[in-house]
């Protein structure tokens, strides 16, 4: 079995899990969002990066994983061949732009507030007439504009865009509703507005990505979900989806 080392990233650098480079490695991009993917101290943890380690492990691929800001993974696999970006909302305007391994879960994405802030919205209509803030290259960006939002935030990165909402610089933030339970639990003052949207989570990955390698992938992440390992995956990261 491989064994990956594992790099430390300063603001400068990247988390990057390695295994050894050969000419079919493929190089996996994704951001800090714990419970999906996230750095735990050296190593590289969620319920979405121990899918991908385990579908890479179960064809026995070479591969790196490295943590960076979202657009930079996001544009990283649009432009590198052999790359791909997790976990992705896969929607209409992405379709086309990669080749898709799904679904590593499927979300749903809600408005939040900071508790005890003036916001009274309880659905989409009511929202519309506050400041919203989202992050860069983030799908719901989309999703707000499509649903004739007037006044987006757009943040540099999601933790950027969490902090404005704390301290009451945004009104209203989209989220992944399973990353709500996680600050809820955590003791964090949110508050849930209305649900924003619901989509499939996958590995997107660059569109000359070889179709054989992909396909390989995605039998493996069938398996993983047909075996129970997926869902067993959700509950050690505290994530109880239903059947």
Request: charged share 25%; glycine share 4%; hydrophobic share 40%.
């Given at each position: 079995?491989?064994?990956?080392?594992?790099?430390?990233?300063?603001?400068?650098?990247s988390?990057?899990?390695?295994?050894?480079?050969?000419?079919?490695?493929?190089?996996?991009?994704t951001?800090?969002?714990?419970?999906?993917?996230?750095r735990?101290?050296?190593?590289?943890?969620?319920?979405?990066?121990?899918?991908?380690?385990k579908?890479?492990?179960?064809?026995?691929?070479?591969?790196?994983?490295?943590?960076?800001?979202?657009?930079?993974?996001?544009?990283?696999?649009?432009?590198?061949?052999?790359?791909?970006?997790?976990?992705t909302a896969?929607?209409?305007?992405?379709?086309?732009?990669?080749?898709?391994?799904?679904?590593?879960?499927?979300?749903?994405?809600?408005?939040?507030?900071?508790?005890?802030?003036?916001?009274?919205?309880?659905?989409?209509?009511?929202?519309?007439?506050?400041?919203?803030?989202?992050?860069?290259?983030?799908?719901?960006?989309?999703?707000?504009?499509?649903?004739?939002?007037?006044?987006?935030?757009?943040?540099?990165?999601?933790?950027?865009?969490?902090?404005?909402?704390?301290s009451?610089?945004?009104?209203l933030?989209?989220?992944?509703?399973?990353?709500?339970?996680k600050?809820?639990?955590?003791?964090?003052?949110?508050?849930?507005?209305?649900?924003?949207?619901?989509?499939?989570?996958?590995?997107?990955?660059?569109?000359?990505?070889?179709?054989?390698?992909?396909?390989?992938?995605?039998?493996?992440?069938?398996?993983?979900?047909?075996?129970?390992?997926?869902?067993?995956?959700?509950?050690?990261?505290?994530?109880?989806?239903?059947?």
């Amino acid at each position: 079995m491989r064994k990956p080392l594992l790099v430390i990233a300063t603001s400068l650098f990247s988390l990057t899990l390695f295994s050894p480079a050969r000419a079919d490695t493929v190089h996996f991009t994704t951001e800090e969002y714990p419970p999906f993917n996230y750095r735990d101290g050296k190593t590289v943890v969620g319920a979405t990066t121990e899918q991908v380690q385990k579908v890479m492990a179960d064809i026995g691929v070479d591969y790196t994983i490295t943590v960076m800001p979202w657009a930079r993974a996001y544009n990283q696999a649009l432009a590198d061949p052999m790359t791909c970006v997790f976990a992705t909302a896969h929607n209409e305007e992405r379709n086309a732009l990669f080749k898709w391994v799904q679904p590593l879960l499927i979300d749903r994405s809600i408005l939040i507030k900071h508790g005890g802030s003036a916001v009274t919205a309880s659905t989409i209509d009511e929202a519309r007439k506050y400041l919203v803030g989202t992050w860069r290259e983030d799908y719901t960006e989309t999703i707000l504009r499509r649903n004739n939002f007037p006044r987006i935030d757009i943040g540099s990165d999601f933790k950027a865009s969490l902090k404005k909402l704390m301290s009451d610089r945004i009104d209203l933030m989209p989220i992944s509703e399973f990353y709500f339970d996680k600050l809820k639990a955590d003791g964090n003052a949110v508050e849930k507005v209305t649900v924003l949207s619901q989509q499939p989570m996958g590995i997107a990955c660059q569109k000359d990505f070889p179709t054989d390698l992909l396909n390989k992938m995605q039998t493996a992440l069938n398996a993983l979900i047909a075996n129970g390992t997926q869902k067993q995956i959700f509950l050690k990261y505290g994530l109880h989806l239903g059947d």
